[in-house]
């Protein structure tokens, strides 16, 4: 077990050592006298020596730094908090997008709130809705949805079978509709 612990320390050293020329600066010349030090408890050939050496070499050892400088030096930089915010906020703004069209891949969000920006009365008798985000809506049921005017806020949730429905907030009428654009 003892051995084991040994050659991983000593990879993990001969890794950090080799990429740690690359992106060392000033003021991480601490740590690469660490890292110097690691390679010099992996030349001690007594088992305990070496394990003794390794724990106090790595007793002050500051692995977050290194893993981050590794990161960095072998391409895979950490991403920032704001820049994992962004991308989540793109994809959120993505699937909204893309809510009620027949997607195979992943699946989107199950709700989605809107403003209607038009409202047109087709020959059919049905409705069909114009959102502010740029979604046209089509009432596929017969079901009368009241008065409906621009500026009215809706919800448009997933039903049954691929179907979706629309409640529009102030009336509280729920209608079964299709996506069209």
Same mark, same amino acid.
């Given at each position: 077990? *003892?051995?084991?612990?040994?050659?991983?320390?000593?990879? !993990?050293?001969?890794?950090?050592?080799?990429?740690? &020329?690359?992106?060392?600066?000033?003021?991480?010349?601490?740590a690469?006298?660490?890292?110097?030090? !690691?390679?010099?408890?992996? &030349?001690?050939?007594?088992? $305990?020596?070496?394990?003794?050496?390794?724990?106090?070499?790595?007793?002050?050892f $500051?692995?977050?730094? &290194?893993a981050?400088?590794?990161?960095?030096?072998?391409? /895979?930089?950490?991403?920032?908090?704001?820049?994992?915010?962004?991308?989540? *906020?793109?994809e959120? &703004?993505?699937?909204?997008?893309?809510f009620?069209?027949?997607?195979?891949?992943?699946e989107?969000?199950?709700?989605?709130? $809107?403003?209607?920006?038009?409202?047109?009365?087709?020959?059919?008798?049905?409705y069909l809705?114009?959102?502010?985000?740029?979604?046209?809506? /089509?009432?596929? $049921?017969?079901?009368?949805?009241?008065?409906?005017?621009?500026?009215?806020?809706?919800?448009? *949730? *997933?039903?049954?079978?691929?179907?979706?429905?629309?409640?529009?907030?102030?009336?509280?009428?729920?209608?079964?509709?299709?996506?069209?654009?």
């Amino acid at each position: 077990m *003892k051995k084991i612990k040994v050659l991983a320390f000593a990879r !993990l050293s001969g890794l950090m050592a080799l990429n740690w &020329a690359a992106v060392a600066d000033d003021a991480t010349g601490n740590a690469a006298d660490q890292i110097l030090a !690691l390679e010099r408890c992996k &030349a001690v050939s007594d088992d $305990d020596a070496r394990l003794a050496c390794l724990d106090k070499t790595l007793n002050g050892f $500051d692995f977050e730094r &290194a893993a981050k400088a590794l990161r960095v030096a072998t391409g /895979h930089a950490v991403e920032s908090d704001e820049t994992k915010a962004k991308k989540a *906020k793109a994809e959120k &703004a993505r699937q909204k997008k893309e809510f009620g069209k027949i997607r195979i891949t992943k699946e989107g969000p199950k709700l989605i709130e $809107d403003e209607i920006k038009s409202v047109r009365k087709l020959r059919t008798g049905k409705y069909l809705f114009t959102l502010a985000s740029g979604q046209v809506w /089509h009432q596929t $049921d017969t079901d009368n949805p009241g008065r409906v005017k621009e500026g009215m806020k809706v919800k448009i *949730k *997933k039903g049954g079978l691929g179907n979706y429905l629309m409640t529009i907030k102030l009336s509280r009428r729920t209608l079964r509709v299709k996506r069209v654009k």
